[in-house]
């Protein structure tokens, strides 16, 4: 009996592209799953991609993909170029992203009636 992997909290990868044709497909390693694949424009809206565990990204042309990992920028090295693929990070050993934080709300105005009560 081969033992599975442990479950992954999951991930979203979006992925978005600054040039047209370059098409994309992302493979979960542990399982050899491929739950994103396609081609993408500049003006297509942003492929989101929900993953578990360490995924692969292949690209036909790499440099030209804008890639986030739950919401924060992934950055492609400058060495990596054209049909290559990126090993995107272990989802299960990568602790969670920081939640934002919700700004305060802005003081209210006071009223354009009261400010002239005292002319």
Known sequence: MIP???ASRPHQITLTSVKAGVRYQIIEVNTGEIPGLGTLAPRDKPVVINV???SELRSSAVEHLRIQIDGVPFPIPANVT????VALPDTFTSPPMPKAEVAPA???KVKASNAK???
């Open 82 to 85: 054209g049909a290559m693929y």
């Open 52 to 54: 578990k565990g360490p």
């Open 106 to 108: 802005p003081a209210s």
């Open 4 to 6: 599975a992997p442990p």
């Open 117 to 119: 009560k005292g002319r």
